[in-house]
Protein backbone atom coordinates (compact mmCIF):
# COMPACT_ATOMS: atom_id res chain seq x y z
CA UNK A 1 0.00 0.00 0.00
CA UNK A 2 1.14 3.49 -0.79
CA UNK A 3 1.33 6.71 1.25
CA UNK A 4 0.13 9.46 -0.49
CA UNK A 5 -0.30 12.95 -0.29
CA UNK A 6 -3.25 14.80 -1.68
CA UNK A 7 -2.38 19.04 -1.81
CA UNK A 8 -4.90 20.77 -1.88
CA UNK A 9 -8.58 20.11 -1.42
CA UNK A 10 -10.33 21.62 -4.25
CA UNK A 11 -12.30 19.51 -7.44
CA UNK A 12 -9.33 17.88 -8.74
CA UNK A 13 -7.58 17.11 -5.78
CA UNK A 14 -10.41 15.72 -3.86
CA UNK A 15 -11.14 13.61 -7.56
CA UNK A 16 -7.82 12.21 -7.55
CA UNK A 17 -7.65 11.69 -3.35
CA UNK A 18 -10.83 9.55 -4.11
CA UNK A 19 -9.51 7.58 -7.10
CA UNK A 20 -6.20 6.70 -5.10
CA UNK A 21 -7.75 5.62 -2.15
CA UNK A 22 -10.55 3.60 -4.33
CA UNK A 23 -7.32 1.79 -5.85
CA UNK A 24 -6.41 0.89 -2.10
CA UNK A 25 -3.94 3.63 -1.04
CA UNK A 26 -3.09 5.36 2.58
CA UNK A 27 -4.79 9.07 1.40
CA UNK A 28 -4.25 12.01 3.15
CA UNK A 29 -5.69 15.16 1.83
CA UNK A 30 -4.50 18.90 2.69
CA UNK A 31 -7.45 21.06 3.09
CA UNK A 32 -7.04 24.54 4.06
CA UNK A 33 -10.35 25.19 5.20
CA UNK A 34 -11.27 23.09 8.33
CA UNK A 35 -14.88 22.55 7.79
CA UNK A 36 -13.64 21.16 4.47
CA UNK A 37 -11.60 18.75 6.39
CA UNK A 38 -14.15 17.95 9.32
CA UNK A 39 -16.74 17.30 6.44
CA UNK A 40 -14.38 14.92 4.60
CA UNK A 41 -13.69 13.23 7.56
CA UNK A 42 -17.41 12.50 9.46
CA UNK A 43 -19.50 13.10 6.71
CA UNK A 44 -17.32 11.96 4.11
CA UNK A 45 -18.01 14.73 1.74
CA UNK A 46 -16.25 17.80 0.07
CA UNK A 47 -19.08 20.29 0.77
CA UNK A 48 -17.79 23.41 -1.17
CA UNK A 49 -16.30 21.57 -4.37
CA UNK A 50 -18.13 18.41 -4.54
CA UNK A 51 -20.94 18.31 -2.31
CA UNK A 52 -22.68 15.30 -3.96
CA UNK A 53 -20.19 13.13 -3.72
CA UNK A 54 -19.55 10.07 -1.43
CA UNK A 55 -15.87 9.96 -0.49
CA UNK A 56 -14.25 6.69 0.64
CA UNK A 57 -14.63 6.22 4.72
CA UNK A 58 -10.72 5.72 4.33
CA UNK A 59 -10.08 8.90 2.94
CA UNK A 60 -8.49 11.35 5.78
CA UNK A 61 -8.14 15.12 5.22
CA UNK A 62 -5.96 17.29 7.47
CA UNK A 63 -5.00 21.01 7.94
CA UNK A 64 -1.58 20.12 8.69
CA UNK A 65 0.03 19.71 5.23
CA UNK A 66 3.13 18.56 7.41
CA UNK A 67 0.82 15.68 8.74
CA UNK A 68 -0.47 14.68 5.12
CA UNK A 69 3.41 14.64 3.31
CA UNK A 70 4.74 12.93 6.42
CA UNK A 71 6.46 9.61 5.16
CA UNK A 72 4.35 10.07 2.14
CA UNK A 73 5.40 8.22 -1.19
CA UNK A 74 3.55 10.30 -3.49
CA UNK A 75 2.91 13.76 -3.41
CA UNK A 76 0.11 14.78 -5.71
CA UNK A 77 0.05 18.67 -5.86
CA UNK A 78 -3.20 20.44 -7.30
CA UNK A 79 -3.36 23.57 -6.71
CA UNK A 80 -3.80 27.01 -9.02
CA UNK A 81 -0.53 26.82 -11.29
CA UNK A 82 0.14 30.89 -10.17
CA UNK A 83 0.07 29.95 -6.34
CA UNK A 84 2.52 26.64 -6.76
CA UNK A 85 5.78 28.26 -6.33
CA UNK A 86 5.09 30.10 -3.00
CA UNK A 87 2.86 26.72 -1.65
CA UNK A 88 6.03 24.83 -2.87
CA UNK A 89 8.59 27.23 -1.27
CA UNK A 90 6.40 26.21 2.15
CA UNK A 91 5.86 22.61 1.63
CA UNK A 92 9.27 21.44 0.10
CA UNK A 93 11.20 21.10 3.48
CA UNK A 94 8.28 18.37 4.40
CA UNK A 95 8.84 16.37 1.20
CA UNK A 96 10.20 12.94 1.85
CA UNK A 97 13.79 12.58 0.11
CA UNK A 98 12.69 9.37 -1.85
CA UNK A 99 8.73 11.11 -2.93
CA UNK A 100 7.74 11.30 -6.31
CA UNK A 101 6.10 14.29 -6.50
CA UNK A 102 2.58 14.31 -9.20
CA UNK A 103 1.47 17.57 -10.96
CA UNK A 104 -2.31 17.71 -11.71
CA UNK A 105 -1.88 21.17 -13.19
CA UNK A 106 -2.58 22.58 -16.55
CA UNK A 107 -0.27 25.86 -16.71
CA UNK A 108 2.59 27.94 -17.03
CA UNK A 109 4.15 30.30 -14.74
CA UNK A 110 3.24 33.63 -15.54
CA UNK A 111 6.71 35.53 -14.82
CA UNK A 112 9.33 32.45 -15.85
CA UNK A 113 7.41 30.67 -18.46
CA UNK A 114 7.86 27.63 -16.64
CA UNK A 115 6.00 24.54 -17.22
CA UNK A 116 4.58 23.17 -13.28
CA UNK A 117 7.37 20.20 -13.66
CA UNK A 118 9.81 22.79 -14.06
CA UNK A 119 8.47 24.66 -10.88
CA UNK A 120 8.65 21.93 -9.02
CA UNK A 121 12.24 20.40 -9.92
CA UNK A 122 13.38 24.64 -9.57
CA UNK A 123 11.84 25.21 -5.98
CA UNK A 124 12.53 21.86 -4.42
CA UNK A 125 15.63 20.46 -5.71
CA UNK A 126 14.09 17.32 -6.63
CA UNK A 127 15.52 15.52 -9.67
CA UNK A 128 13.18 15.42 -13.02
CA UNK A 129 12.96 11.95 -12.72
CA UNK A 130 11.06 12.32 -9.23
CA UNK A 131 8.72 14.28 -10.95
CA UNK A 132 5.69 13.48 -12.45
CA UNK A 133 2.44 14.60 -14.42
CA UNK A 134 -1.03 13.56 -15.02
CA UNK A 135 -3.19 14.64 -18.21
CA UNK A 136 -5.63 13.93 -20.15
CA UNK A 137 -9.71 14.71 -20.60
CA UNK A 138 -10.55 13.91 -16.88
CA UNK A 139 -13.48 16.53 -15.88
CA UNK A 140 -13.51 16.29 -12.55
CA UNK A 141 -17.30 15.79 -11.98
CA UNK A 142 -17.33 13.11 -13.94
CA UNK A 143 -14.54 11.33 -12.23
CA UNK A 144 -15.85 11.86 -8.94
CA UNK A 145 -18.85 10.02 -10.15
CA UNK A 146 -16.76 7.29 -10.92
CA UNK A 147 -17.60 7.27 -14.79
CA UNK A 148 -15.19 5.82 -17.03
CA UNK A 149 -12.34 7.69 -17.88
CA UNK A 150 -8.59 7.54 -18.93
CA UNK A 151 -5.55 9.91 -18.57
CA UNK A 152 -1.67 9.73 -18.63
CA UNK A 153 0.89 10.02 -16.23
CA UNK A 154 4.53 11.19 -17.70
CA UNK A 155 7.67 10.92 -15.90
CA UNK A 156 11.11 10.68 -17.07
CA UNK A 157 11.48 7.42 -15.41
CA UNK A 158 9.58 4.68 -16.42
CA UNK A 159 9.38 2.98 -12.96
CA UNK A 160 8.34 5.74 -11.41
CA UNK A 161 5.42 5.78 -13.62
CA UNK A 162 4.55 2.70 -13.69
CA UNK A 163 4.37 2.65 -9.96
CA UNK A 164 2.10 5.76 -10.14
CA UNK A 165 0.13 3.89 -12.88
CA UNK A 166 -0.57 1.48 -10.10
CA UNK A 167 -1.55 3.61 -7.28
CA UNK A 168 -4.22 5.30 -9.90
CA UNK A 169 -5.82 2.46 -11.69
CA UNK A 170 -9.74 2.01 -10.66
CA UNK A 171 -12.83 -0.03 -12.25
CA UNK A 172 -13.23 3.60 -13.37
CA UNK A 173 -10.19 5.24 -14.02
CA UNK A 174 -7.73 3.65 -16.76
CA UNK A 175 -3.80 5.89 -16.98
CA UNK A 176 -1.40 5.25 -19.46
CA UNK A 177 1.90 6.16 -19.01
CA UNK A 178 4.10 8.07 -21.60
CA UNK A 179 7.86 9.32 -20.99
CA UNK A 180 7.18 12.74 -22.80
CA UNK A 181 6.82 15.26 -19.89
CA UNK A 182 7.15 18.23 -22.12
CA UNK A 183 4.37 17.64 -24.59
CA UNK A 184 1.63 16.71 -21.81
CA UNK A 185 1.83 19.62 -20.01
CA UNK A 186 1.88 22.19 -23.11
CA UNK A 187 -1.34 19.91 -24.07
CA UNK A 188 -2.63 20.54 -20.81
CA UNK A 189 -1.92 24.09 -20.91
CA UNK A 190 -2.68 25.17 -24.02
CA UNK A 191 -5.96 23.41 -24.32
CA UNK A 192 -7.16 25.84 -21.82
CA UNK A 193 -6.60 28.97 -24.04
CA UNK A 194 -8.23 27.44 -27.07
CA UNK A 195 -11.18 26.46 -24.84
CA UNK A 196 -11.51 30.06 -24.02
CA UNK A 197 -11.72 30.60 -27.51
CA UNK A 198 -14.10 28.26 -28.49
CA UNK A 199 -16.49 29.51 -25.38
CA UNK A 200 -15.89 33.29 -26.75
CA UNK A 201 -17.22 31.85 -30.28
CA UNK A 202 -20.13 30.07 -28.28
CA UNK A 203 -21.52 33.15 -26.24
CA UNK A 204 -21.39 35.13 -29.37
CA UNK A 205 -23.79 33.01 -31.13
CA UNK A 206 -21.07 31.00 -33.81
CA UNK A 207 -21.65 27.73 -34.83
CA UNK A 208 -20.02 24.44 -35.20
CA UNK A 209 -18.10 25.23 -38.15
CA UNK A 210 -16.19 27.85 -35.91
CA UNK A 211 -15.58 25.51 -33.26
CA UNK A 212 -14.27 23.05 -35.12
CA UNK A 213 -11.65 25.88 -36.97
CA UNK A 214 -10.62 26.95 -33.72
CA UNK A 215 -10.32 23.18 -32.27
CA UNK A 216 -8.18 22.12 -35.13
CA UNK A 217 -5.87 24.79 -35.88
CA UNK A 218 -5.96 25.13 -31.96
CA UNK A 219 -4.34 21.79 -31.93
CA UNK A 220 -1.80 22.58 -34.97
CA UNK A 221 0.23 26.02 -33.08
CA UNK A 222 0.01 23.79 -29.98
CA UNK A 223 1.69 20.76 -31.88
CA UNK A 224 4.23 23.65 -33.03
CA UNK A 225 5.11 25.11 -30.27
CA UNK A 226 5.58 21.37 -28.79
CA UNK A 227 8.09 20.62 -31.63
CA UNK A 228 9.90 23.51 -31.09
CA UNK A 229 10.31 22.64 -27.22
CA UNK A 230 11.13 19.13 -28.16
CA UNK A 231 7.73 17.39 -27.60
CA UNK A 232 6.84 14.42 -29.36
CA UNK A 233 4.27 14.81 -32.10
CA UNK A 234 2.80 11.42 -31.29
CA UNK A 235 1.67 12.99 -27.65
CA UNK A 236 -0.75 15.74 -29.29
CA UNK A 237 -2.57 12.88 -31.13
CA UNK A 238 -3.23 11.07 -27.55
CA UNK A 239 -5.16 11.51 -24.65
CA UNK A 240 -3.16 14.68 -23.04
CA UNK A 241 -3.65 15.94 -26.60
CA UNK A 242 -6.45 16.17 -28.41
CA UNK A 243 -8.47 14.08 -25.88
CA UNK A 244 -7.53 16.78 -23.95
CA UNK A 245 -8.42 19.68 -26.10
CA UNK A 246 -11.95 17.94 -27.22
CA UNK A 247 -13.32 17.72 -23.42
CA UNK A 248 -12.17 20.80 -22.59
CA UNK A 249 -13.63 22.61 -25.31
CA UNK A 250 -16.92 20.94 -25.61
CA UNK A 251 -17.96 20.40 -22.63
CA UNK A 252 -20.28 22.79 -20.60
CA UNK A 253 -18.82 21.45 -17.32
CA UNK A 254 -15.22 23.09 -18.45
CA UNK A 255 -14.49 26.12 -16.20
CA UNK A 256 -12.30 27.43 -19.30
CA UNK A 257 -15.01 27.37 -21.81
CA UNK A 258 -17.61 28.27 -19.85
CA UNK A 259 -15.12 31.41 -18.46
CA UNK A 260 -14.97 32.64 -22.66
CA UNK A 261 -18.93 31.74 -22.89
CA UNK A 262 -19.33 34.74 -20.33
CA UNK A 263 -17.23 37.17 -22.12
CA UNK A 264 -18.42 36.05 -25.01
CA UNK A 265 -22.32 37.05 -23.70
CA UNK A 266 -20.81 40.11 -22.80
CA UNK A 267 -19.09 40.30 -19.48
CA UNK A 268 -15.96 41.87 -18.62
CA UNK A 269 -13.19 39.48 -17.50
CA UNK A 270 -13.59 40.51 -13.62
CA UNK A 271 -17.53 39.45 -13.90
CA UNK A 272 -16.82 36.20 -15.94
CA UNK A 273 -14.30 35.90 -13.00
CA UNK A 274 -16.97 35.77 -10.45
CA UNK A 275 -19.52 33.64 -12.11
CA UNK A 276 -17.07 31.12 -13.15
CA UNK A 277 -16.12 30.38 -9.36
CA UNK A 278 -13.36 28.27 -9.89
CA UNK A 279 -9.55 28.76 -11.67
CA UNK A 280 -9.91 29.18 -15.26
CA UNK A 281 -5.97 28.65 -15.60
CA UNK A 282 -6.10 29.33 -19.31
CA UNK A 283 -7.12 33.01 -18.24
CA UNK A 284 -4.06 33.27 -16.09
CA UNK A 285 -1.99 31.49 -18.56
CA UNK A 286 -2.34 32.28 -22.18
CA UNK A 287 -0.33 35.17 -21.81
CA UNK A 288 2.31 33.18 -20.56
CA UNK A 289 1.98 30.91 -23.07
CA UNK A 290 2.22 33.44 -26.01
CA UNK A 291 5.48 35.35 -24.36
CA UNK A 292 6.96 31.61 -24.38
CA UNK A 293 6.03 31.19 -28.10
CA UNK A 294 7.10 34.68 -28.80
CA UNK A 295 10.68 33.70 -27.89
CA UNK A 296 11.15 30.49 -29.74
CA UNK A 297 9.38 32.14 -32.77
CA UNK A 298 6.48 29.95 -32.96
CA UNK A 299 3.13 31.86 -34.33
CA UNK A 300 0.11 31.04 -31.87
CA UNK A 301 -2.65 33.28 -33.45
CA UNK A 302 -5.74 32.05 -31.37
CA UNK A 303 -3.52 32.45 -28.36
CA UNK A 304 -2.71 35.56 -29.55
CA UNK A 305 -5.97 36.81 -29.96
CA UNK A 306 -7.65 35.04 -26.68
CA UNK A 307 -4.55 37.35 -24.50
CA UNK A 308 -5.72 40.28 -25.86
CA UNK A 309 -9.25 39.94 -25.16
CA UNK A 310 -8.06 38.92 -21.69
CA UNK A 311 -5.51 42.02 -21.49
CA UNK A 312 -8.43 44.36 -22.61
CA UNK A 313 -6.34 45.13 -26.06
CA UNK A 314 -9.46 43.95 -28.43
CA UNK A 315 -13.20 43.22 -28.05
CA UNK A 316 -15.00 39.78 -28.35
CA UNK A 317 -16.08 41.05 -32.28
CA UNK A 318 -12.72 42.00 -32.73
CA UNK A 319 -11.34 39.00 -32.32
CA UNK A 320 -13.17 37.26 -34.38
CA UNK A 321 -12.64 39.44 -36.96
CA UNK A 322 -8.76 39.66 -36.58
CA UNK A 323 -8.55 35.43 -37.04
CA UNK A 324 -10.41 35.30 -40.04
CA UNK A 325 -8.78 38.44 -41.72
CA UNK A 326 -5.20 36.53 -41.05
CA UNK A 327 -3.55 35.45 -44.88
CA UNK A 328 -4.56 31.86 -45.94
CA UNK A 329 -1.98 29.29 -46.19
CA UNK A 330 -1.54 26.29 -47.07
CA UNK A 331 -2.71 23.74 -44.77
CA UNK A 332 -0.16 21.57 -44.15
CA UNK A 333 -0.06 18.07 -42.62
CA UNK A 334 1.68 14.31 -43.01
CA UNK A 335 0.20 11.03 -43.46
CA UNK A 336 0.86 10.13 -39.41
CA UNK A 337 2.80 11.59 -36.53
CA UNK A 338 4.13 7.99 -36.22
CA UNK A 339 6.14 9.18 -39.76
CA UNK A 340 6.72 12.59 -39.80
CA UNK A 341 7.39 15.18 -37.39
CA UNK A 342 5.33 18.16 -38.02
CA UNK A 343 7.24 21.11 -39.36
CA UNK A 344 6.63 24.64 -40.05
CA UNK A 345 3.28 25.98 -40.28
CA UNK A 346 0.36 23.39 -40.63
Known amino acids: MNRVAVLS ?24 RPEIADAINTVHRNPVYLPDIALPASLHATTDPGEALDNADHVV ?11 LTAW ?31 VTGIPAERVAVISGPNLAREIAARQPAASVIACTDET ?3 TLQDACL ?28 V ?28 ERLGADPLTFSGLSGVGDLHTTCA ?9 GEHLGRGMTVAQATSATRQTAEGVKSCRAILDLARRNDVEMPITEVVAA ?11 ASQLMSRTPKPERYRNSFAVHRPSGRW
Open 9 to 32: AGSWGTTMAMVMADAGNDVTLHAR
Open 77 to 87: VSIPAQTLRTN
Open 92 to 122: APRIPATAVVVSLMKGIETHSGLRMSEVITE
Open 160 to 162: AAK
Open 170 to 197: TPYFRPYTAADVTGCELGGAVKNVIALA
Open 199 to 226: GLATGMGLGDNAKALLITRGLAETARLG
Open 251 to 259: SPLSRNRTF
Open 309 to 319: VIDGQITVQDA
